[in-house]
């Protein structure tokens, strides 16, 4: 099992994040929840939506466990492949479905915290944040591309479909706005499992080339002062 802590020892040294990394786990059965976990319906009394979920443990630093119960939106149900076919006028691409029926719980947790192989990482940051890991990945030990979701709608489905595949930055949607409480300045960065320590040993190496966060900025000159602030000859 990779060691998850000394990978967030990286991302905190390197990019800094306000909020927790999450690990995400797909599951097939119930069978492997860890020990403490929370169920939304059985703990908390009420269900949520999964970007309410990843906000959850991303802040209150929760680990979670998602079922087909546990969850009342129509996109993360299509997402986790809950539900197999969109109502009829709802617009959610196929991309961004799992195979329905293939999972019955979505296990969500800080990294730090995360007592399972996560499927995939997700992080949340400024634009800033998200450069330097893309960094990681193009310059770092993954020398892969990094794709993008811009859609801004159903980010449930654009993190959840990383998995196995490229690192993405994907454009946080309406709903994980609103339900997930991200805000004007975060975006997000998800990284499949395989490639976790990879892009955390990236975030190394091109600081070691001399990217920054927080990003050095070119202060080594005389500025060009407005003119009523230059010091008038003789004084």
Not at 75 to 104: H, N, R, T
Not at 155 to 177: K, M, N, Q
Request: aromatic share 8%; net charge negative.
């Amino acid at each position: 099992m990779m060691d998850l802590n000394q990978i967030n020892e990286l991302f905190d040294r390197y990019i800094k994040p306000q909020t927790f990394p999450v690990a995400l786990k797909l599951c097939k059965s119930g069978d492997e929840m860890p020990e403490r976990v929370k169920l939304p319906v059985r703990d908390l009394g009420y269900q949520v939506t999964i970007c309410q979920a990843i906000g959850m443990s991303r802040r209150y630093g929760w680990t979670l466990a998602v079922s087909h119960d546990d969850q009342c939106c129509i996109g993360g149900a299509l997402a986790m492949g809950f539900v197999s076919k969109a109502p009829q006028g709802f617009p959610f691409p196929p991309d961004k479905q799992i195979e329905a029926g293939k999972y019955s719980h979505l296990l969500i947790a800080p990294i730090t915290r995360a007592a399972f192989e996560p499927d995939l990482v997700v992080l949340y940051g400024n634009s800033a944040q998200v450069m330097r890991l893309s960094h990681s990945v193009v310059m770092g030990p993954v020398q892969d591309v990094v794709s993008a979701r811009g859609a801004g709608m159903a980010d449930c489905g654009d993190i959840l479909t990383t998995a196995g595949g490229e690192c993405r930055f994907i454009l946080p949607s309406g709903g994980d706005r609103v339900y997930g409480s991200t805000q004007d300045n975060e975006v997000l960065f998800a990284i499949p499992g395989a490639s976790v320590e990879a892009v955390a040993k990236g975030l190394e190496d091109t600081h070691n080339m001399g990217f920054r966060y927080p990003v050095l900025t070119d202060m080594r000159h005389r500025p060009a002062l407005a003119p009523f602030l230059e010091i008038p000859e003789g004084k």
